[in-house]
């Protein structure tokens, strides 16, 4: 409900943004909003050259080329003129984003159908890892410290592996591997959901703990950062976790004391001291290394885990195959039931994917997220804060909308500010300790068809900030 009447706000806004600066400030023209692609030039209007400053349609006609004058206004340095036929077509700036129809045609043919194979094959292995035990001796195994986080899932229950497999997945920058598990988590967790269409106190403590984004190896951040020639592309990974560490704890309190869970419990402190020591151990061995060290472990960890994973499903599937003759079925039909699974929840997301991204691109294409980011940047400058973190604040905002958004910012301040500078290695932290919180709200509900969200936008929202203020302190502390 929340989400919906946020998304309704958005793209309401955006429309009648857009239609008063069409009548008003002449900035904009629809079709540049249907039909622009991200970084192309933007039609701001078309006049005949007899309406234009004399300077310039001097310049225009004595130009040898009149076909396309660039930069004759001296005002405006990224305006581009085409003269033909006695008018002018005159561009400014660059798209923001793709507009509404290629952003539909992207969403399908770049995320939904690569993330449909994803959840095909992902799905298939957790039917095997239902089929055959292994999740249910998971579940098991970490039931004491799970049944105290969520008290209202039973003991035992199949939810309790799939979550854990997501937060692994996640610890682990294995995105690929993270969203099937979670989906499947949503599923099981609204089996026990008493109120449908309204999200249960479970589902939300686990999708705050997965939008958190604790992450240990930020293996894409890295390769963005190397592909910049940083000095040292690792050195934004001990940032990157803390940051991420105290936005999980963050979260996991907030939703705690709302939901008025026992934190004084001996096996949640076991269990939270437990991943504190691994994560300590593991920053200790990963600080040891020199730079060529460091950038082999953390590019080939996470896809030698995967590769365990994968291997160990097989394995355990096929020394368990008894289980699969007792459910009369094989290990390969149950892969492909699991795999079948998996296309219908990709099917069922399209939807709801689709109509949060076309309202984030009308958004941003509108002028009104440039408009706030400016708004905020100005604020924050007359604080005090220095120009190169306001400079990185772009990344921050856009970053619970559109990943890929968020991603294109970190880019561009490497390329602008430099790649061992303090924004860009503040918008590599940015980029690396949070999720996509309007993409993962519109995945996960949608693919159990849960329309109140009740507090968990605004949880994750919340969280969200933590992790900006957290990243600011811990960039200028090691920056």
């Known amino acids: 409900m929340v989400l919906s009447r946020f998304w309704l706000v958005i793209f309401i806004s955006s429309i009648l943004f857009i239609v008063v600066s069409l009548f008003t400030a002449n900035t904009y023209t629809i079709d540049s909003v249907l039909n622009g692609k991200k970084d192309d030039p933007v039609l701001v209007s078309e006049k005949y050259i007899e309406e234009l400053p004399a300077f310039l349609k001097d310049s225009i006609k004595k130009a040898p080329d009149q076909t396309m004058i660039i930069n004759r206004d001296t005002l405006n340095a990224d305006t581009t003129y085409v003269y033909k036929n006695k008018t002018v077509k005159i561009y400014s700036g660059l798209q923001k984003s793709d507009g509404l129809l290629p952003t539909c045609k992207s969403t399908l043919v770049d995320l939904i159908l690569p993330l449909i194979a994803y959840l095909a094959f992902f799905c298939g292995l957790m039917e095997l890892l239902i089929v055959s035990g292994a999740s249910g001796n998971l579940a098991k195994a970490l039931s004491p410290v799970f049944v105290k986080v969520f008290p209202s899932i039973p003991k035992n229950h199949p939810s309790i592996s799939y979550m854990t497999l997501n937060f692994a997945a996640n610890f682990l920058g294995l995105d ?20 449908k269409d309204k999200a249960s106190d479970a589902q939300i403590m686990f999708m705050c703990l997965h939008a958190s984004g604790l992450t240990l190896i930020a293996t894409s951040i890295i390769g963005y950062r190397a592909a910049a020639n940083a000095s040292n592309p690792a ?7 803390i940051t991420s560490f105290i936005g999980t704890i963050a979260a996991f309190l907030i939703v705690g004391i709302k939901q008025k869970i026992n934190f004084k419990s001996a096996s949640l402190l076991i269990g939270l001291m437990g991943l504190i020591a691994a994560i300590v151990g593991l920053l200790m061995y990963v600080n040891h290394l020199d730079l060529i060290g460091k950038n082999y472990f953390t590019s080939n960890l996470s896809g030698l885990i995967l590769l365990a994973i994968i291997v160990f499903t097989l394995i355990f599937s096929f020394r368990h195959e008894k289980k699969f003759r007792e459910a009369d079925t094989t290990v390969f039909d149950t892969f492909v039931v699991g795999a079948n699974n998996g296309v219908k929840t990709g099917v069922t997301i399209f939807p709801y994917v689709l109509g949060m991204l076309v309202a984030i691109s009308l958004f941003r294409n509108s002028g009104l997220f440039e408009i706030i980011s400016d708004a905020i940047g100005f604020i924050f400058s007359n604080l005090g804060v220095s120009k190169e973190i306001t400079n990185a604040l772009p990344v921050a905002m856009l970053r619970p909308f559109s990943s890929a958004g968020s991603r294109g910012f970190l880019i561009d301040s490497m390329n602008t500010f430099g790649a061992d500078s303090l924004t860009a290695r503040l918008s590599s932290i940015f980029q690396c300790s949070a ?17 109140n969200t009740r507090y968990a ?4 929202l919340l969280v969200d900030l933590v992790c900006v203020i957290t990243a600011i302190f811990v960039a200028t502390w090691f920056f």
């Open 176 to 195: 690929s591997a993270a969203t099937p598990f979670g989906l499947k988590a949503m599923e099981s967790l609204q089996e026990i959901n008493p109120e």
């Open 235 to 241: 050195d934004v990974m001990l940032p990157c976790i």
């Open 435 to 451: 999720e996509s919180t309007f993409y993962v709200i519109a995945v996960y509900f949608g693919s159990v068809n849960i329309k």
């Open 457 to 460: 936008l605004g949880t994750m």
